[in-house]
């Protein structure tokens, strides 16, 4: 009898035990983890080169047109001409604009002619006035009329600004010096306002934009950058800045922009045109050393750190540079961490 309730016992005792293993966490065992080997983390030294590719972009691009509608009259600057700042590239037909500039300034004319009138009016009524011989009503209104006369130019030069602005927007002027690489065939055709017109471009300088991963904060404005050009069979090579690391990283692509700039015109570089840039450091950057066996490439870079013997744990890592057997990385290890050895699928984590 004793013996038939003894096993029911026993038998709830090892379900509990097999329950209270399942929830615990795992641990390698001493038989698979026997023979694994182990190597230590070493400290390296590595002298980061960054290369991306971009397309080289003009220093200053700008897109001109009209700020009122009319028919170009005049092409002053064909395609492909420099021109400066402050130089005309077209004309609209600006006769309506210059009959009404000329009437604004006659009506400026003859608002000053009435304030002047109306100023020697007011002389006669001051010095009536102050003889008794002019009401002080009278002489008030001869005081409006100044008043009156004032605002009167005021109001007739404001007009004629605007109308000589207005005549201004008829002649389109470069903003910047530069060289126009797209624009109208010919003269005659009519535009509305704000339409594109003519591409100038700055050509005196070329940049290409491109990113880098978040880790590399070594790369700095002012450090030197060669690019090389990508025209098909074409070697050219130029030397270069950094001239800006965004602070930011993309929100897409959660890198960090760089842009680098060629100064001068070179062959083998046009604006456009594909380019590589490839950024060096000055100085080495500290690092870590790992074996390549100790390298788990699925489905990213990581290693198998032993944080004691029977815990494990996959860390993962940047491989940034790689040196026949041996690997530089960067990441959340240290020197003297035990790595493991071609380690087993599963162990430390997911494999």
Known sequence: MAQALLTPMLVLALLASGCASETATPRASAAATADLKIV??????????????????PAASVQLGFDVP???????????????????????????????????????RGAEAQLAAGEAGFLRAKSLNEAGGLSEQQFKDAEAAVLAGRA?????????QLAHTHLGNH????????????????????????????????LSSLQIRGSVSESDTWIGEGMP?????????????????????????????RRLPVEVRIEGAHAGFLAHGYARATIRAAVPVAVLS?????IV??????????????????????????????????????????????PPSGLGGEG
């Open 297 to 342: 490439a699925r489905p990213d870079f990581s290693v198998v750190v032993m944080r004691e013997p029977g815990r494990y744990e996959r860390v993962s890592v940047e491989v940034v540079e790689e040196r026949g057997d041996e690997r530089l990385v960067r990441g959340a290890l240290v020197v003297g961490d035990s790595l493991v050895l071609y």
């Open 70 to 108: 009319g028919r170009i009259e005049r092409l002053v600057a064909q395609r492909g001409v420099q021109v400066r700042a402050g130089e005309a590239v077209a004309t609209l037909d600006d006769a309506m604009a210059r009959a009404q500039a000329a009437q604004a300034d006659a009506a400026v």
């Open 40 to 57: 230590a983390v070493a400290a390296a030294e590595w002298a980061p080169e960054i290369t991306f590719d971009g397309t080289l972009e």
């Open 225 to 253: 950058v060669t690019v090389s050009s990508g025209a098909p069979g074409s070697d050219a090579t130029v030397q270069a800045t950094v001239t800006r690391v965004i602070p930011a990283l993309d929100p897409v692509t």
């Open 290 to 294: 790992v074996p390549r066996a100790a």
């Open 152 to 160: 009167g130019v005021e109001q007739a030069q404001a007009a004629a």
């Open 171 to 202: 002649t389109l002027r470069a903003p910047i010096s530069g060289t126009l690489t797209n624009g109208p065939d010919n003269a005659g055709m009519m535009v509305g306002a704000g339409t594109p017109l003519f591409l100038l471009e700055d």
